[in-house]
């Protein structure tokens, strides 16, 4: 089951946030809402007090839906919810927008508060991580865990968005079939080390189908413009602001290096640190059992079920 709801952002942007769980017995398709499900608070009413909220945030080029499998169960305990946000997904791209951090982390802002999520838990992948530990770390009171899965907090500088922008150069779009955007995402993308059909799967997500092929559901341009506005500067400053307890995730053969991991953890006042075997950069596609092993148990000691 699929819910859709819709978030205003600053400067009126609309932003798609979804919830994904098992259909109930008897459904028979997605369901899809427009507006914010408010929950009354049980401590008034004399009804169950309301699940702790989880707001997902995907990297950079990414979208919701790539939480997908995450959500379901993780729906069995908590509120979740994943955030295609500004840029992304079924969200909206307009090209005179800010493309900036203070809009991502606004715009996660507005969904916690819109979807009345607080207390909340913060998952973030690679750039969404950022966008996580960056709104930790502005609003306390909003955020009682946060999880950082495959982010680095140095600066990784004007080579890397050079070569950022090489690559997508090197994109041969538009791709005539899904099959071969999985193959050359999976396989043939010079900046794989070694084949990663996971990774062929996480692009395959991300195209939508043109009357000349297969092209990405994002603006390279917006995309290298995000980018630019993080990759120049550090961020153990705000790192060392959050409050709550944080699992700072890796990959073994991901983007995040065991050594910047764990002084990230030393940074951070109440870190964890968690790696996970066999795992690229997208951790919960290479390897989602084991993602799941480091983080179901760190959320039930952060977020206690409700009574």
Known sequence: MVRRIDVTGPEGIRLAAWQFADPPKGDHGPVHVDRPNHRSAGATTGQPRKPHGVLLLHGLMGRAAHWADTARWLSARYHAVGLDQRGHGRSDKPADASYDREAYVADAEAAVEQL???????????MGA??????????????QALVICDMRASALG??????????????PVPFATLADVRKWFGEDDP?????RPSRGEFFAEVM???????????SPEQMLKARETWV???????????????????????????????????VLPRGIYAEVPDAGHLI?????????????????ATLPPAA
């Open 191 to 195: 900046m794989l080390e070694r084949p």
């Open 158 to 171: 004007e080579q890397s968005q050079r070569e950022w922008a090489a690559w997508y150069e090197s994109w």
């Open 208 to 218: 939508s189908e043109e009357p000349d092929g297969w092209r990405p559901v994002f």
């Open 116 to 126: 009345d999520l607080a207390p909340l838990a913060l998952i973030g992948h690679s």
């Open 130 to 143: 950022l966008t996580a530990w960056q709104l930790a770390a502005k609003r306390p009171d909003l955020v």
């Open 232 to 266: 120049h500067d550090a961020h153990w400053d705000e790192l060392a602001q959050v409050q709550c307890p944080t699992l700072v995730v890796r990959g073994i053969d991901g983007e995040l290096g065991r050594a910047e991991a764990q002084e990230m953890v030393r």
């Open 284 to 300: 919960h596609y290479d390897q989602p059992e084991g993602w799941r092993r480091v983080i179901e148990p760190f959320l039930q």
